[in-house]
C-alpha cells in the first residue's frame, strides 16, 4: 500500500516528463530554439510538448509559462495550446500561462488571435493587450498591460501586479531550488503590486513579508516556512 501511495504521488510528475519535450524545474529559466528557428523561453516548473507537422507547428503548453518569439519564414500556422483553447500567431512574440484552469495570454509584438478548440470565434490581441479563460469558458479579455512587463522573467525581473498574498509568495516560490510552505492566514492583506528579482527569491519573499507580520523559518533542504508573527 505503501509504495502504490507513493506511486500515486508521483505519477502526474513521471507523466509530465514523459510527454515533455522541453522541461524546465524550480528556479530554472531556459530559452530554447525550436526545429524551425522560433525562440522559446519556458519559466521555472513549465514544460511544453512540441507537435510539427507538414502542415502546421503547434506547441502544447504542459504545464508553468512561455514566451515564445516566432520565426515567420516559416509558413506553416504556429500555435500554442493550453487546456481547450488555442493561441494563434499573427506575426507575433507572445506570452502564455497556465495555472490550474486557467489561462493567460498577453502580446509584447503583432497579433494573436485566440479561441477556445473548435470554436468558429476568435478574440483579436494585439501589442500591449491580454486576455484570459477558463477551462471550459470564454476568452475574456483584460485590462491593457506594459509589454515590458509582458514575461519579464525572462530576463530576471518578477512583475506582480495586483496579486493576494498568497499568489504572490506561490508564484516567487516557483524560483527556489527547496520546498516553501505558508502555514499563515493572509487573508485581507493589502494585495501586492511590486516589481522583485527571481534570481533571488529568497530577498524576494523577505520584502514581500516585510511589515504584513509574518515570520520566515529556514529549515533543512533549503526549505522556508511563512508563519504568522504571533506563532
Known amino acids: 500500500m505503501a509504495a502504490l501511495g507513493v506511486a500515486l504521488f508521483f ?6 516528463h514523459l510527454r515533455a519535450d522541453y522541461l524546465t524545474h524550480a528556479g530554472e529559466v531556459t530559452t530554447y530554439t525550436l526545429p524551425d528557428g522560433t525562440s522559446l523561453a519556458l519559466d521555472a516548473q513549465s514544460a511544453v510538448a512540441l507537435h510539427f507537422s507538414p502542415t502546421e507547428r503547434r506547441v502544447e503548453l504542459l504545464a508553468g509559462r512561455l514566451w515564445v518569439d516566432v520565426q515567420h519564414q516559416d509558413t506553416r500556422p504556429f500555435r500554442v495550446v493550453a487546456a481547450d483553447g488555442v ?8 506570452f502564455v500561462g497556465q495555472d490550474k484552469n486557467r489561462v493567460d495570454i498577453a502580446v509584447t509584438q503583432g497579433r494573436v ?4 478548440q473548435g470554436a468558429a470565434m476568435q ?4 501589442v500591449g493587450q491580454a486576455a484570459h479563460y477558463l477551462r471550459g469558458g470564454a476568452v475574456m479579455r483584460d485590462p491593457a498591460v506594459d509589454p515590458e512587463d509582458i514575461a ?6 518578477l512583475v506582480i501586479r495586483n496579486q493576494s498574498v498568497a499568489d504572490a509568495l506561490r508564484l516567487i516560490a516557483r524560483y527556489r531550488r527547496g520546498p516553501t510552505w505558508v502555514w499563515a492566514n493572509t487573508a485581507g492583506m493589502d494585495r ?4 522583485l528579482r527571481n534570481d533571488h527569491p529568497d530577498d524576494a519573499i523577505l520584502s514581500l513579508i516585510n ?18 508573527g504571533s506563532r
Do not use: C
Not at 123 to 126: G, I, K, R, S, V
Not at 152 to 157: D, I, S, T, V
Not at 215 to 228: E, R
Open 192 to 195: 501586492v503590486d511590486a516589481v
Open 113 to 116: 488571435l485566440v479561441g477556445k
Open 87 to 94: 493561441t494563434q500567431d499573427v506575426g507575433t512574440a507572445f
Open 123 to 126: 478574440t483579436d490581441l494585439q
Open 211 to 228: 511589515g504584513r507580520g509574518l515570520k520566515l523559518t529556514h529549515l533543512p533542504g533549503n526549505g522556508l516556512l511563512i508563519t504568522s
Open 152 to 157: 519579464a522573467w525572462r530576463y530576471g525581473e
Open 11 to 16: 505519477a502526474p510528475d513521471i507523466m509530465l
